[in-house]
């Protein structure tokens, strides 16, 4: 059963022109990378899920739902948790405040997600804004799972952090996956750890979407002639 089909979504900003045709289908429970070089329209497409970029063509469903009325904050209702690029947290927020911002009812409460990330538990009572770039990931993946999606979108959720900590995130990322049933959206560049924790692929070009397959799939003559500069 497809949780999430995109078909011929195009969308801009203002007079220019970002998606020229994109096509993603995610299953329920799986994990979809979405993959491109830098500028293709990635961004674009997430926000354009979220309800963050109206779609001008094409129509995006989720769970059978048409997602193109719904604003924002209904689209999230309907079970869409975002991880923005550049993580976004409330930094005069504590810890514990940002995670309970947008809580709903549900498995993913306080201590589920300090149980994946024990660090958040040792930072309750600090305020974001103190906390290290990758304590600040691991916040809005917290943040975003205490609204209990039944999707999860991560845009660019290990992007200039250490390796250590992008280790840790990438652990994360495989327990969701293993634990949790939960569908799954990554844009991310790193083609090992990406093998190592997704089913499918789509590669974005010029805000089009040119190859769709399994992620085994992706070879080194597709990785060089789509997604190396």
């Known amino acids: 059963m497809s949780s999430l ?3 011929g979504i195009t969308a801009s ?10 096509d993603l289908t995610v299953e329920e429970g799986t994990v979809c990378a979405l993959l491109g070089r830098n500028g ?3 961004s674009s497409t997430i926000k354009v899920i979220c309800r963050m970029l109206r779609h001008s063509a094409g129509t ?14 209904k689209a ?6 975002l991880v923005p690029e550049g993580r976004r947290c409330f930094p005069n927020l504590t810890v514990y405040e940002n995670l309970i911002a947008a809580a709903r009812p549900g498995a993913w409460d ?7 990330f024990p660090r958040l538990a040792e930072r309750r009572d600090q305020r974001a804004v103190s906390l290290s770039g990758g304590e600040q990931q691991m916040l809005a993946i917290g943040r975003a799972l205490m609204t209990n999606p039944r999707m999860l979108l991560l845009d660019e959720a290990t992007e ?20 949790s049933g939960m569908s799954i959206v990554l844009v991310d560049k790193s083609l090992p750890e990406l093998r190592q924790v997704a089913d499918t692929a789509v590669i974005l070009e010029r805000g089009v979407s040119v190859w769709a397959g399994c992620m085994d799939q992706v070879t080194p003559d597709i990785a060089d002639r789509h997604l190396w500069v």
């Open 160 to 179: 200039g952090l250490a390796p250590v900590v992008r280790q840790e995130i990438w652990a994360a990322i495989r327990a969701l996956k293993d634990r």
């Open 76 to 81: 999230a209702r309907a079970g869409l948790g």
């Open 5 to 7: 089909k995109l078909r």
């Open 13 to 22: 900003y203002g007079p220019s022109q970002a998606l020229f045709g994109v």
């Open 40 to 42: 293709m329209g990635k």
């Open 110 to 116: 306080f201590g589920a997600v300090t149980q994946l």
């Open 60 to 73: 995006v469903l989720f769970d059978g739902v048409d997602l193109g009325a719904l604003p924002a904050h």
